[in-house]
């Protein structure tokens, strides 16, 4: 499996932003699809983001015009830039690795946004 080092949340007010970090153990150029899931207390884990096996670049619909998932293959590394954020954008944030013929997780990241 891939392994996954998340990186990057913390504590931040209303409206502030934050910047998700996703190193991968070995090269994400090959990898089929890698994004970003989030799991709030007592709730599914949900996909937030993410690049598909088919090229496109997908969005939940609460992200939509405020989080950007980008890759640097160079670095093995995934971002979410995550601007406005709400309260309920407060969860556990994970990255996802799927090279076809198994999933990666990593251990999360905690984002917390006061309002």
């Known amino acids: 499996q891939v392994q996954l080092v998340e990186s990057g949340g913390g504590l931040v007010q209303a409206g502030g932003s934050l910047r998700l970090s996703c190193a991968a153990s070995t090269s994400i150029f090959s990898i089929n699809s890698m994004g970003w899931y989030r799991q709030a207390p007592g709730k599914q884990r949900e996909l937030v983001a993410g690049h598909t096996s088919g090229g496109a670049t997908i969005y939940a619909d609460s992200a939509k015009g405020r989080f950007t998932i980008s890759r640097d293959n160079a670095k093995n590394t995934v971002y979410l830039q995550m601007n406005s954020l709400k309260p309920e954008d407060t969860a556990v944030y994970y990255c996802?690795?799927?090279?076809?013929?198994?999933?990666?997780w990593g251990q999360g990241t905690q984002v917390t946004v006061s309002s």
């Open positions: 996802n690795a799927d090279r076809g013929w198994d999933v990666s």
